[in-house]
């Protein structure tokens, strides 16, 4: 398998706190790798870097065979790396549908004016794209709240939709940040359901930070463990849940939510 | 003038469609793109300066000078974009009515540019009094005897600016709404609550948000420009930050929301403001012209008020796509 | 040249210390209200006139009148405080800064309703000059510069020693921890706004005497020197303020000197506020004593 998404020696340090001190991981196209750690790892804000929502101090970040550390985030999104957030961030006074047609790729009604100019071409792609949200909308079973606003949905309707929303990018990885926290038990099993389907059948790439032990046994290929900022190990699921090293850093922090919660 | 003569009735349709064109360009910059642009006032100014200078100084033809105009208020609106992007929403507002404010001190103390505090009477400096609107009235005189087999008469000029000024209106507004109901619309809708989740599906919204700024700049121009045509005249004391807040209660008068609430706040806002003067019973009668002029002024920042605190969506908005709370 | 420069730096001084007083209250206010209030210049306003009802049409001394303005426009300030600001505060940034350019309006109209549009004067001789050798100072500088004696030290005193005012600065620095460590926070709120209320009313005197002439424009025309030393000192922090106006002052007397490549003319001394504000903004919204906030 090829690397798809490739880490180098990643730093960010806010007022001489360091949150990423050297963070350096690879990620294989195809597979689905978990992203764990103690509390204040530096896991989200190695997202953000990697995903153009922070810049880094130092380091580089490839992906696809290109390097994006300098890019924003939207261009990154656009590049076919899509980032979902740790509280679901929908768009409350839209419907789930607007929502789901907002996230489209190449739209030509973007450009300004399109819609005077251009008004048949604008109609079309948008019948296209409302026909891949619905579809989108299916695979993520929250086709009977199409045209509900976003804003009633629960917190884990909201994780979903926001999955979909990615889809709707048609990215070639998407990172989770942890997308079981606060979602009923039901709708989690989905989602683990949608992950596992994603990878199966669209080749989706997919890289979770996560808690929840459980979900990340069953479902990752590869797990990388962060502590203090950097990477402190990475194999199969067991090996990492073996290690005395990741031991070490779970039960030295004390935190509350160590292996096999 | 009195409450019946029909002469006063079209001067008021006429600033009150040109109220609606300026009250449009911010609807763009904030009820669409959320940009609180306190400094509205500056682009009028700019294009208005700029077209006068071309025409007097240079004997610039007036199509030219009007775009050269609407080309000074785009290049503001890039300038104005450095701070618009990088200030929140009060900050933001500060800066602008900053920014606005030094465009009005620059044209009141450069009179060697501008005419100084005179105005556009003063760009051929002292002892010639400068004019430029001549081609504009021809050209309205034009339309006037166009349209004259029409009315059975000539129209006056302040008929023909007025029935000018408000097809005019419509279209831009007509344009504004298939804008607003684009995809474009939906992205700067995205932008206005949640500018994170409209990055991380890939929208560039520094490019949305300057095409909404120099959107606005550019209607904010047009309504500088002919308001300068209408009046004949201006100077630095015709741009005061109470312009700007005049378009805003304009908005919230109609619904900050709904574009086509436009005319009706730009109507109301027009009456209300030009018919102060015919307030003849007591106790208003006690207030001579002069002070007139201050009871608007206090009857706006009392509409302000007022409707910002009980009825933020306005006369016909929506409240529950209302988004003030940032 | 040196004479200029030394009138100058007293003007500027002066200036500035008009400015200091005022930007404390405003600062406090803003940094506690999260608020930009666009009327606060009204406020100075309201506080010449007031001074200038009780001096001129009912009599009194100009101490007299001035203690009047400063309780009138703290009790000014809480009122409004409690009628509008407070209820309509969940609103949001733009809808308040809305609200308070339309009471800043209403404000100003109302005055020019009431007192009329015509330039007044508090009872101060102006044609008297004080010459110091190198410098001149006029009636008004020197009521300016008595007043700043008496109330910048009183000023100072209570923010540094009593309760409330350390209780204010806590309050501007850190609402939750000044909160957490059981501070009442919405009474200090109340409390802010009248002092900013008082010092604004005192700043419009102080304005009203060092100019000589005043008509109902005049906090408006200041409404933006003020927010600049707000900025410029850090929001929220009041010796910041104090230092700032100082700063604010004597720079935009100070530029008009010819020592610095002929100065800059008078009548440009605004813009040079303007841009100052416009560039903190930008780029050091934090000012000299503010915390770096993600903005």
């Known amino acids: 398998m090829s690397v798809l998404l490739e880490v180098r020696d990643l730093h960010k340090s806010f007022g001489g706190v360091a949150a990423v001190a050297g963070a350096t991981f690879d990620v294989a196209e195809g597979s689905i790798t978990a992203l764990i750690g103690p509390n204040g790892a530096g896991k989200t804000t190695a997202f953000n870097l990697v995903t153009g929502f922070l810049a880094p101090d130092r380091g580089t970040v490839t992906f696809a065979d290109r390097r994006i550390e300098r890019w924003r985030g939207d261009a990154v999104a656009r590049a076919g790396l899509v980032r979902a957030f740790q509280t679901a961030r929908v768009l409350t006074r839209m419907s789930v549908i607007d929502n789901m047609l907002l996230a489209g790729k190449d739209q030509p009604g973007e450009v300004l004016g399109a819609a005077w100019f251009v008004p048949r071409r604008v109609a079309r792609r948008e019948a296209e794209l409302r026909r891949q949200a619905r579809e989108l909308l299916d695979l993520v079973r929250l086709s009977p709240l199409a045209d509900a606003m976003a804003g009633t949905l629960s917190g884990g309707q909201r994780k979903l939709l926001e999955l979909g929303r990615a889809l709707m990018v048609e990215p070639r990885m998407i990172l989770l940040d942890e997308p079981m926290a606060g979602v009923a038990p039901v709708l989690a099993e989905q989602l683990v359901e949608h992950i596992l389907r994603l990878r199966a059948e669209r080749g989706l790439t997919l890289l979770i930070i996560e808690h929840d032990m459980d979900m990340i046994m069953s479902v990752s290929d590869r797990v990388i463990v962060m502590d203090e900022g950097r990477v402190i190990a990475e194999g199969s699921p067991n090996e990492v849940q073996q290690s005395e090293r990741v031991i070490e850093a779970y039960l030295g922090r004390l935190s509350p939510d160590g292996l096999g919660t | 003038m009195g409450l019946l003569n029909p002469a006063f009735w079209t001067f008021v349709a006429v600033i009150a469609g040109i109220y609606a064109i300026m009250a449009l360009g911010l609807y763009v910059q904030f009820s669409l793109a959320g940009l609180p642009n306190f400094g509205h006032v500056a682009f009028m100014a700019v294009a208005s300066y700029t077209m006068a200078i071309l025409i007097v100084r240079y004997g610039v033809p007036l199509p030219l000078a009007g775009a050269a105009g609407i080309g000074a208020s785009i290049i503001l609106a890039l300038i104005m974009g450095v701070p618009a992007l990088r200030l929140r929403a009060d900050y933001l507002a500060i800066a602008t009515v900053a920014g606005g404010e030094i465009i009005r001190y620059l044209a009141l103390n450069l009179p060697d540019l501008t005419g100084g505090p005179i105005g556009s009477i003063g760009l051929l400096g002292p002892g010639d009094i400068a004019t430029y609107n001549q081609e504009w009235q021809a050209f309205l005189d034009m339309l006037g005897r166009l349209a004259a087999p029409i009315f059975g008469r000539m129209p006056s000029r302040d008929l023909v600016m007025a029935l000018l000024i408000w097809g005019l209106a419509i279209v831009l507004i007509w344009l504004g709404w298939l804008l607003e109901r684009s995809p474009w619309g939906r992205v700067l809708e995205a932008i206005r609550e949640d500018e994170t989740a409209a990055v991380a599906v890939g929208k560039n919204i520094v490019a949305f948000k300057m095409q909404a700024l120099i959107l606005g700049a550019i209607l904010a121009g047009m309504a500088g420009l002919l308001l300068a045509w209408e009046i004949g005249v201006f100077s630095p004391d015709d741009y005061q930050p109470t312009l700007t807040f005049y378009a805003y209660l304009i908005l919230i008068l109609g619904g900050m929301n709904r574009i086509w609430a436009i005319p009706v706040g730009s109507i109301l806002f027009s009456l209300m403001y030009t018919g102060t003067r015919f307030l003849n019973f007591y106790p208003l009668s006690l207030f001579d012209s002069g002070s007139r002029a201050f009871l608007r002024l206090f009857l706006v920042g009392l509409l302000l008020v007022l409707f910002m605190a009980f009825k933020p969506e306005g006369l016909l908005g929506d409240r529950r796509r209302l988004l003030l709370e940032k | ?295």
């Open chain 3, 1 to 295: 040249m040196l004479q200029q420069l030394a009138q100058l730096v007293v003007n500027g001084l002066i200036t500035g210390t008009i400015l200091a007083l005022t930007g404390v209250g405003a600062t406090l206010v803003f940094g506690i209200q999260r608020i930009a209030n666009f009327a606060h210049g009204e406020y100075l306003t309201f506080g010449a006139y007031v001074g200038l009802f009780l001096n001129v049409d009912a009599g009194q001394s100009l101490p007299v009148a001035t203690v009047g303005a400063i309780l009138a426009t703290g009790l000014l300030a809480l009122a409004l405080h409690f009628a509008v600001l407070r209820p309509l505060r969940n609103r949001g940034l733009v809808a308040m800064s809305l609200v308070t350019v339309g009471l800043g309006l209403m404000l100003r109209d109302l005055l020019f309703m009431i007192a009329g549009p015509r330039i007044r004067q508090l009872r101060i001789d102006q044609t008297a000059v004080f010459d110091l050798g190198l410098v001149r100072i006029s009636p008004g500088q020197l009521a300016a510069i008595i007043m700043t004696v008496v109330v910048a030290p009183a000023v100072a005193f209570f923010l540094a020693k009593t309760t409330i005012g350390k209780s204010m600065r806590a309050v501007a620095d850190n609402r939750d921890l000044a909160s957490v460590a059981g501070i009442d926070v919405e009474r200090i709120g109340a409390y802010v706004w009248f002092l900013a209320g008082a010092l604004a009313g005192i700043g419009g005197i102080m304005f009203a005497v060092v100019q000589g002439t005043f008509d109902p424009n005049l906090g408006y025309q200041v409404l933006f020197l003020v927010f600049t030393t707000v900025v410029l000192g850090g929001i929220g922090s009041a010796y910041g303020a104090l230092v700032a106006g100082f700063i604010l002052g004597l720079a935009m007397e100070l530029s008009t000197w010819s020592g610095f490549a002929g100065g800059l003319e008078p009548r440009f001394k605004p813009v040079l506020a303007f841009v100052a504000l416009i560039g903190l903004l930008l780029y050091r919204p934090q000012g000299l004593f503010g915390k770096a906030r993600i903005v």
